[in-house]
């Protein structure tokens, strides 16, 4: 079965500029979290996603949004760039909402400049 | 809310010696525990994780982990670690009501000759 799919893979914006980052779970998965690695706050949960619906929501601006397909597939995007946001935006699927292991993707790699 | 501490952010070994990465934890609630690692330029692959019964969780590539509800700590253990085993470790907690994982802020193994 193949593992989650993030598109691109490394992506760069210059500020103001928005971004849509792609993801595509493991089939049969209908959970879809958002997570943003940086080297200064570590791993940080962005939102979840399932049917469609936003279950749950980090401590992240409204420039960070996201939604989810009925393929169960998912797309967060940023809007007005900031140098901050430069990251590695790791996606993780499962199978249901709540207690289910969370299987994660490779990352889109953003640089903003 | 939940908060997660990994005690070391370096541990260098020597390869076929033994490694223990530390992690402790505070929740006001039950929790589920999960060591996750990180190869450079890749995801999160789960190595382990805890829900309930054994405190002794055994996991991939050799790995171990005990869960100690007194201490609030789940250490990571290989008792024999190999070069491939360099990557950084990271220790997450999730609330038995929900999916949002809490990392804690990695540890880099590095595995030497």
């Keep these: 079965k193949a593992g989650v799919t993030q598109t691109p893979r490394y992506l760069i914006k210059t500020r103001g500029q928005q971004v849509t980052l792609s993801c595509s779970p493991i089939s049969g998965h209908r959970s879809v979290s958002w997570y943003q690695q940086t080297p200064g706050q570590g791993l940080q949960f962005l939102f979840e996603y399932f049917s469609e619906t936003q279950r749950n929501k980090g401590n992240f601006p409204g420039r960070f949004s996201g939604r989810q397909f009925s393929n169960s597939r998912s797309e967060m995007n940023v809007s007005t760039l900031e140098l901050g946001d430069s990251a590695l935006y790791l996606c993780a699927s499962s199978l249901e909402e709540g207690l289910n292991t969370q299987y994660f993707g490779p990352g889109t790699r953003l640089t903003v400049l | ?113």
């Design chain 2, 1 to 113: 809310a939940q908060s997660v501490t990994q005690l070391d952010s370096q541990v260098p070994v020597f390869e076929e010696a033994p490694v223990e990465l530390r992690c402790n934890y505070s929740s006001s609630v039950s929790v589920y525990l999960f060591w996750y690692v990180q190869y450079p330029n890749q995801g999160l692959q789960l190595l382990l994780k805890y829900l309930s019964g054994s405190t002794l969780v055994k996991g991939i590539n050799g790995f171990e982990a005990e869960f100690n509800k007194s201490q609030t700590s789940f250490h990571l253990r290989k008792p024999s670690v190999h070069i491939s085993d360099t990557a950084e470790y990271f220790c997450a907690v999730q609330k038995t009501s929900g999916s949002r994982l809490t990392f804690g802020e990695g540890t880099q193994l590095t595995v030497n000759p």
